[in-house]
């Protein structure tokens, strides 16, 4: 079961974080980030964006019938393989995981940061996994232009 096709059982498109569309565009919803008053809730924001992250890991792995924590280990293998670990790994080209800036923005990772080495594991495993359409993919297969 280490590679496994979560499309078949679990279509992404069903996990969907508020303020992003089926897309993966960030819909901006109340006062703008750069109002002197929204500025305090910036990291409330954050922690609550990590909170939606870990509980869709929780409701893909729970149907996939595994753990977060397989679904951690399976992908801390991507990371060994793509950046040596480094999830907060930050370049001109791509960062995280070993994402190129646009397809982090493509499948909706700039609802919670613009670049993939500012997000957390869940959040950078939430959205490889709507990259891959639902699986691991193949740590022996790196790619060293991102992907």
Sequence with gaps: MRRFLLALLVP???????GVTSAGAVVPK?????????RISAA???DHLATQARTALTEIASNLHVSVAYLREEWQRVAQCEV????SMRGPRYSGIGFLESS????????FTSDAGLATVDEQILVGMRITHGWVPDQYGC????W
């Design 104 to 111: 982090w923005l493509a499948y909706g990772g700039g609802a």
């Design 143 to 146: 790619d060293p232009y991102g």
């Design 30 to 38: 109340g006062p703008s980030l750069h109002h002197p008053k929204v």
């Design 44 to 46: 409330l924001r954050q």
């Design 84 to 87: 040596h670990g480094n999830w």
């Design 12 to 18: 992404l498109g069903t996990v969907v974080l508020p």
